[in-house]
């Protein structure tokens, strides 16, 4: 795992959110829909011109002629730009140093990786200008991928997926929604599946309004749901486990339900999912859904998830500074988001392994970054593990 919590700046979805609520995050997703476009392209069809990605004959625009087909123009995300690097073999690095410092030398390698293979051919997937179809601008370019990546959107997976989830006949209420350039996650919550525990939770305070474990000592059972459109991930139902008195969250990753988005060679020209593909593809993900949910949202699974993990919860720390720096090194986690946790062990006030879990939770929710926060809360169990081994 590399240093995925090591400080840096991210370019952010230009239709991203954080903690959104559904109808804010359905907004979203259907502004996106409007504006998207997928094409596949041979290599021959694509250009980098002063950094931004060219497509030839893509866009219709309107003249005092009528309409006329012209070149699409599509500014590159970070997630484009590491597409164009593993696509290319160009080190992603010396990519984003010439898009930095030489723009004209990064248009030159670009295209001349692309001469070397002209009918290779690509998935482009993009934002069209927000100026609308038709109008002259810029768009965004947001991933270049294989010809043969499923089209699986955000918005028809989600409905899909709430489906699967009604259908499944337990109370559930979404707790909060992001959104970035990478993914989308949907947190889901049934506060009617709960269980007390009381041993995981002795001693622990919440480190943002000092509530005790002890008088609260409640595990919801609830999941998230992922997906990417940019080839960051399959779309996913994992279980999550929230703690009421601090509302942190406890992914299982090892039970994880996925679908993947591997499909056959398409067409060149703009991509438009058939509706009998789109069908088909729906359904599945509602049936799995609706299984996924009728096994994570019972009293059942998650009292057999406390019980894996209080054994290990319970192991008091000799020497927590070094458990924790020997956690977060061993989980490559960077020094701002390590100094971060200890704080959170410091407040959480809960002296054991399972502290050292709590606190890499309670931290997530205070990033700002979704990507960054989703992947941390992932390790509060590997980190509980190692800190129980440490010691």
Not at 46 to 57: K, Q, S, W
Not at 77 to 99: H, N, W
Not at 222 to 230: A, K, L, Q, R, W
Not at 289 to 316: C, N
Request: proline fraction near 4%.
């Amino acid at each position: 795992m590399t240093q995925q919590f090591a400080e840096r700046a991210t370019n952010v979805a230009p239709t991203g959110a954080r903690n959104a609520d559904a109808s804010d995050l359905v907004r979203i997703l259907e502004d996106g829909q409007r504006r998207k476009l997928d094409v596949i392209a041979p290599a021959s069809a694509l250009r980098m011109r002063e950094g931004n990605v060219h497509v030839e004959g893509v866009e219709s625009q309107l003249t005092t002629s009528g309409v006329t087909v012209v070149d699409g123009i599509y500014r590159p995300t970070v997630v484009a730009d590491e597409g164009i690097s593993d696509k290319l073999r160009i080190p992603l690095a010396y990519l984003r140093r010439m898009r930095a410092e030489n723009v004209p030398l990064l248009d030159e390698n670009v295209n001349a990786w692309l001469r070397e293979g002209p009918e290779r051919r690509f998935l482009l997937r993009a934002f069209r200008s927000e100026n609308g179809p038709g109008m002259p601008g810029e768009g965004v370019a947001r991933a270049l991928l294989s010809d043969s990546y499923k089209l699986m959107d955000n918005l028809d997976m989600l409905l899909a997926a709430l489906d699967g989830v009604e259908k499944s006949g337990h109370p559930t209420r979404i707790t909060g929604c992001d959104l970035t350039d990478r993914r989308m996650y949907v947190r889901v919550e049934s506060e009617a599946v709960a269980i007390q525990a009381r041993s995981l939770l002795r001693g622990y305070r919440s480190p943002f309004d000092g509530r005790s474990g002890d008088e609260l000592p409640m595990i919801s059972a609830g999941f998230v749901i992922t997906n990417s459109e940019v080839g960051a991930g399959a779309y996913t139902i994992t279980p999550r486990a929230v703690i009421q008195v601090c509302r942190n969250g406890l992914t299982q990753t090892k039970d994880v339900m996925r679908a993947v988005h591997l499909g056959g060679k398409q067409d060149e020209g703009v991509v438009n999912w058939s509706g009998q593909t789109q069908r088909k593809t729906l359904e599945l993900i509602t049936s799995k859904t609706t299984d996924a949910v009728r096994t994570f949202l019972s009293q059942e699974y998650v009292k057999a998830k406390v019980y894996e993990m209080e054994a290990a919860a319970g192991k008091t720390l000799d020497e927590p500074t070094k458990t924790i720096e020997h956690v977060t090194k061993s989980l490559s986690i960077g020094n701002e988001t390590k100094d971060r946790i200890l704080s959170h062990f410091i407040r959480g006030g809960q002296m054991t392994a399972g502290g050292v879990m709590q606190a890499v939770t309670s931290t997530a929710q205070t990033l700002t970054d979704a990507d960054q926060a989703a992947a941390l809360e992932a390790l509060a169990v590997p980190a509980l593990t190692a800190a129980a081994a440490h010691g």
